[in-house]
Every structure is written in structure tokens, then in C-alpha cells.
């Protein structure tokens, strides 16, 4: 385990949600681990749900039949491009039925674009006909509104050059920020457009500016973009759903609080973290989640309580816990309990 923090704005929001989710899925979750707990945390990391699949079908369609043509200074063959990001969905899923991701031995990397875990086939739940049926739909619509965006497409074919899935990693404080871009361009020197491609509703919430601001943030903290200004960076949300493009600007203001929020969260996270070498028994240090619509809808769900069983009958080590964070924790983990 190194010193350094990976750090991103949906890392944050986990730990801000539930500490014990963090720390199984930032912290536990390791592919290759021979350890049963580390491989299961990494697994259920794995599983989505079916809003979240569709989302990152469209990614990928987006990025493997969609963007090419555009860096080809192609036309965009669309019916091309729906029909195979929906023979995708069908491979996922086929996938996801068999439950291949459990498979011994089976890699995202083994598996290329057909890995998948569904939510829904870790139970009987499954994914019915109709439910597939929608995610090929919605495949359909985003891509065919997408089509339509003429104005945007313009802007993205008079490029130089388009940046898809652009990962950005920068050292800040503790921490090692990742930053993915899902589509990037200069309209001209020092004067990037950044585009995030959205599938369910517009960014809303208190921290909204703060996740668009970031991009921006990144972009000039990175060394190889000489972007200098806030204010050169232009923030797309593209709706493909509901059809509507969303032009956002930041400020150094907005980039002070980014900073802010960036600093407090490793601190916070830094000071649970207390040994080089992964112990299981540090989950101890985590506090579970308060909300019971966090528990309802976390893929840990099942790990998570039998690690707490576990522990609870002393099949699994535990660490001395300082006595302050000690009552703390005994009242999180009876609320914890009630939900499961
Ligand atoms: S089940 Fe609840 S307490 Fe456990 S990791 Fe998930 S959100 Fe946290």
C-alpha cells in the first residue's frame, strides 16, 4: 500500500458516504490478490447497475465506433455505430449471464470490452427481456441525438485533433489525482473544450461546479497542456438523453474551493490510513455507512456484513482501536446492523 492517495472526485464522494465502502473498494479491492476478501472486494467493484452499464456502453460506443471517424475526418456511419454498440450490450450481457467475471483466472483484460458484472446476476433477480430491451433503446436514442447535435459536431470536426478518454494524473499534496476526460479539444492554442458525455439527468447538487471546475483545474495543473487561465476552459455537458447541450465556465474562485475540497478530503482519508502494508483488520478504523440508502444500493452490501460477522466471532483479525474512535464506532456499526 503505498503513502500516496489515489484521488478522485468519485473516491471522495464514497468516502464522504460510507468509510467502510471506501476502504473496501479504494483500498481492499485487488484483482490479482490471493487473499479471498481483497479478489471479492475487487469483483463486487465490478458490478453495476443497469443505468450504470448503459452509461458506459455509450462511452464505449461513443469511443470505439463514434470517435475514430471523427479523428479520421470520416463521416460517422451512426446506424453502424448503434448496431455495434448494441451487439456489445448483447456480448456483455451474455457475459454477465454466465457470470464469467467469476470465472478463475478471467481479467478485464482477458476479457476485453465483453467484461461485464451485472447487479442483477449476482441474485435470481437476472435482467429481464424487457430491462435489455430498454438499454438498447436508450443506446439508440443517445447516439441518434447525438447525431442531431450539428452545431457541437461541427465544433468537435474543426479540430485539429479530439482527445477521447483522456486520462490526466497530477500530484497534488498526499494525494494522486485521476482526472478522465471523455472528450477534449483546443479551439485554439491554451483554449481547451472538454466534453462529458451524460446519460441520466444534469449534474445537480452542491458540488456540481465543483466536478465540472475540476476538469479545468486538471487541465491547467498538468504540465503537458499549457492551459493557463480558468477561464480559457470551456466545460460541455452533452445530455444525450434528453437532447441539450450545457456550456459551463469556472473561475479561480472555483478552483480555490476545488483545492479546498481537495486538501480537506486527504486529510481526512490520511488520517484513517494507518500502515503501509494492506491489514484487513484496518477496516476497523472505517465507519459504516448512516444512511441506509447507501447500504441499499452498495455492491459491498454482502462482503460487508460478513466481514463485520466475521470479525464479530473472531474469524478475522482485529486491531487495538483507540477508545474515542472506539464508541464512535460501536453506535455506527448497531445503525449498520439494523440494516442489514
Ligand atoms: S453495506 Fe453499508 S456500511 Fe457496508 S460498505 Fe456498503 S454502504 Fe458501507
Known amino acids: 500500500m503505498s503513502d500516496t492517495i489515489k484521488w478522485s472526485f468519485s473516491s471522495d464522494r464514497c468516502f464522504r458516504r460510507c468509510q467502510r465502502q471506501y476502504f473496501l473498494t ?32 455509450i462511452h464505449t460506443g461513443i469511443e470505439k ?13 451512426w446506424d453502424s455505430a448503434i448496431k455495434q454498440t448494441q451487439e456489445l450490450a448483447q456480448q456483455q450481457l451474455a457475459f454477465s449471464v454466465a457470470r464469467r467475471y467469476r470465472e478463475e483466472g478471467m481479467t478485464k483484460t482477458k476479457a476485453g470490452d465483453r467484461y461485464c458484472a451485472l447487479v442483477g446476476h449476482e441474485s435470481e433477480v437476472g435482467v429481464s427481456d424487457e430491462e435489455f430491451g430498454t438499454v438498447l433503446t436508450t443506446i439508440e436514442t443517445c447516439l441518434r441525438n447525438l447525431s442531431a447535435m450539428s452545431e457541437l459536431l461541427g465544433e468537435i470536426q474543426r479540430a485539429e485533433q479530439i482527445w477521447c478518454e483522456l ?8 494525494g494522486r489525482l485521476e482526472v478522465h476526460l471523455d472528450l477534449m479539444f483546443f479551439r485554439s492554442f491554451g483554449q481547451p473544450t472538454i466534453i462529458d458525455w451524460k446519460v441520466s439527468e444534469s449534474m445537480g447538487g452542491s458540488d ?72 484487513i483488520a484496518d477496516i476497523e478504523e472505517y465507519e459504516f455507512a448512516t444512511n441506509a440508502n447507501s447500504c441499499a444500493i452498495c455492491s459491498q452490501q454482502m462482503l460487508c456484513r460478513q466481514i463485520a460477522q466475521q470479525q464479530r466471532e473472531g474469524e478475522l483479525p482485529t486491531a487495538p482501536v483507540k477508545e474515542r474512535k472506539k464508541k464512535t464506532k460501536e453506535k455506527s456499526h448497531v445503525s449498520c446492523l439494523e440494516l442489514f
Open 167 to 174: 486520462p490526466l494524473y497530477i500530484q497534488y499534496d498526499t
Open 65 to 77: 465506433y463514434v470517435v475514430p471517424a471523427w479523428q479520421q475526418r470520416c463521416t460517422v456511419n
Open 208 to 279: 456540481a461546479d465543483l466536478q465540472t471546475g475540476l476538469y479545468a483545474w486538471a487541465m491547467c495543473q498538468h504540465p503537458k497542456w499549457r492551459v493557463k487561465e480558468a477561464s480559457d476552459c470551456e466545460l460541455v455537458e452533452v445530455q444525450l438523453l434528453s437532447n441539450d447541450v450545457i456550456r459551463h465556465r469556472t473561475d479561480d474562485k472555483t478552483f480555490d474551493c476545488i483545492e479546498n475540497r481537495i486538501y480537506r478530503s486527504l486529510d481526512s482519508i490520511q488520517s484513517l490510513r494507518q500502515r503501509r502494508k494492506f491489514s
Open 26 to 57: 479504494q483500498i481492499a479491492a485487488y484483482h490479482s490478490a490471493k487473499d479471498p476478501v481483497r479478489r471479492e472486494a475487487f469483483l463486487c467493484k465490478q458490478l453495476k447497475t443497469l443505468e450504470l452499464w448503459r452509461g458506459s456502453l
